[in-house]
């Protein structure tokens, strides 16, 4: 059997497939026909730019008002309830937004609407659900793009870059090339030998019940994506938005509805995480978790589910991704000026409030202090200021939890013999929620500053001996249980070649001379294995799959006529 896999990849896929070698790369594959779509465009935002006057004017518009958010329930919009505020991080005494937390009644009331609008929206055929999807991406690329832009900076403290790169041009990448994805996934049918004795065919179904998508701050795009792709699929959706990304993706769910998203197939529920968690879990219509967030709500909600298995009506899809320790290792062989300019931008930009941003890095001593010249001679020069301030690297972390939680560890650095702060280590939350960009060196490779997650700008680095090389790149995979991404940076190609084996588990994202923030839909599909997620690869050809249920159709055109087989005869 395996010979013949042997011939007909020599034979015929040969023909099809061109196995290309890149200059200097280690990687080799397969390379199939460009997919034909391109990513949304990033605007440059320079002085005198169209792009940066719109965007000015409407920051000063939403800084002066506080839109008032509803709890939306099909056709129903809430406006009562506990409510809570949104306000500025860097600013936090200004706020943007007031919203509503629905309470366990409203959240089973969302349920029930949202399991009858899946029935009647799972019946719409599919290319007029991609139509939608692109009416929404036209808008958003558009007359809503600055709006999006706006409420990311203001509400979660985003600069103008990060802003555009996360809620224009990503979120604009989800909504644009999902759809594409499953036209191109539908072109598959099985094999009908005689079609015309029997045809043989595939559908894609929604799930019954509904889907709950809880997003994080962090990206707004990522909100946008995990409600609207199950949605796509012919699901329906609970969406609990983080309190700290509230207006932005309200404004998301405007925009959907606007191109034409039916009334309670998306529904804009937020709660209290507990009480919208032991609800939905409690729901036998519960049809799938969307989360992105911590490990530790991820492992509640999966324990929870578990308790109540016997009770749904389907085995709920559970996509989740979490944590993360991302790592930097450096080769003595690596361009100096690459390590440092690609670290400062991953473990800095948003204040390290990134799934992937980089908190480890491995330094060969050969190279340390190069290294570190340049990574405190470039960290002088970055400027943490209100958003508003175009001239600003990055700003203030989320909210006052985070900033406590970051300051902790500081603190901790501060008083551990093991541990040297080289840079930074200021925290002052007087008028917005400002940590410092803090490198610390760390003299033991297992001490929890390289172990724990800290989403903050806080760098750790180990610096290991040339001639232990080898012992400190099992460090990388041994030392956390997380596994989103990681880095490595050498110009010597037989190590790249061994750390492209060796590091092989440690990463859902890879990156070999580039740093481990960045990736971009339909370029580098996002994910982790381990303790960092369940890998499903959002931004890829195969996370909308995860959120249908196809269906196999044999269609039979000839009446049968016999009981026996001719054997039997």
């Known amino acids: ?68 958010i509803p709890i939306i329930i099909g056709d129903k919009e809430i406006y009562s309830g506990q409510d809570r505020y949104q306000v500025m991080p860097h600013s936090h005494k200004e706020k943007i937004a007031k919203f509503y937390y629905a309470d366990k009644k409203l959240i089973k009331d969302a349920i029930t609407v949202a399991v009858e609008a899946q029935k009647k929206f799972d019946k719409t055929p599919m290319e ?66 005689n079609p015309t004795i029997t045809k043989n065919s595939m559908r894609f179904r929604g799930i019954d019940g509904f889907v709950a998508a809880i997003s994080p701050f962090n990206f707004t795009a990522i909100g946008g994506n995990l409600a609207y792709t199950p949605a796509l699929m012919g699901n329906s959706v609970l969406w609990k938005p983080s309190d700290t990304a509230v207006l932005s993706n309200y404004i998301i769910f405007k925009i959907m509805r606007e191109a034409g998203v039916p009334s309670g197939v998306v529904n804009f529920v937020p709660a209290d995480g507990p009480v919208f968690g032991s609800t939905i879990t409690s729901s036998s219509h519960l049809a799938g978790i969307n989360f992105t967030g911590s490990v530790a709500t991820f492992n509640w909600l999966w324990q929870a589910v578990a308790q109540n298995i016997e009770t749904f009506i389907n085995f709920p899809r559970l996509i989740g991704e979490v944590g993360g320790k991302n790592y930097h290792f450096i080769h003595p062989s690596a361009d100096v000026n690459s390590v440092v300019n690609g670290t400062i931008r991953s473990s800095f930009e948003y204040c390290g409030q990134k799934c992937s941003a980089c908190s480890r890095m491995y330094v060969p001593e050969s190279l340390w202090a190069d290294i570190k010249e340049g990574l405190l001679k470039a960290i002088k020069t970055l400027v943490f200021d209100d958003v508003r301030n175009f001239s600003a690297f990055s700003s203030a972390v989320i909210d006052d939890r985070a900033f406590d939680r970051i300051k902790s560890y500081i603190d901790y650095a501060k008083s551990s013999k093991k541990l040297d702060i080289i840079a930074g280590g200021k925290c002052d939350n007087s008028n917005g929620y400002f940590i410092e960009p803090t490198i610390v060196q760390t003299f033991d490779p297992h001490d929890k500053i390289m172990k724990e997650e800290i989403f903050g700008p806080v760098l750790s680095i180990y610096v290991y001996k040339d001639n232990d090389l080898n012992e400190a790149l099992k460090l990388v995979g041994s030392t956390t249980k997380f596994a989103l991404t990681g880095a490595v940076f050498a110009q010597d190609k037989q190590f790249l070649e061994n750390a492209f084996e060796e590091l092989k588990m440690t990463a859902g994202n890879f990156y070999i001379n580039d740093k481990s923030t960045g990736s971009v839909v339909g370029q580098q599909p996002f994910g982790g294995g381990r303790l960092s997620g369940t890998n499903d690869k959002a931004g890829g050809p195969h996370y909308v799959l995860r959120w249908t249920s196809p269906q196999s159709i044999k269609e039979t055109f000839m009446p049968l006529k016999e009981i026996d087989y001719p054997y039997m005869r």
């Open 1 to 68: 059997m395996l010979s013949f896999y042997k011939k007909t990849w020599n034979t015929s896929l040969k023909q099809q497939i061109i196995t290309k070698r890149f200059i200097g790369s280690i990687v080799h594959q397969p390379v199939f026909e460009n997919y034909g779509i391109k990513n949304e465009p990033i605007l440059d935002y320079e002085h005198n730019s169209k792009e940066r006057k719109k965007l000015k004017d409407t920051l000063e518009r939403m800084s002066s008002k506080i839109e008032n």
């Open 128 to 193: 007029y659900r991609v139509r939608i999807w692109e009416k929404a991406a036209d808008l958003m690329s558009g007359p809503y793009r600055q709006e999006l832009n706006a409420a990311t900076m203001l509400g979660q403290s985003k600069t103008v870059i990060q802003a555009e790169i996360d809620s224009a041009a990503e979120l604009i990448d989800f909504i644009r090339m999902n759809p594409y994805y499953v036209k191109e996934a539908s072109k598959y049918q099985p094999i009908s030998e």
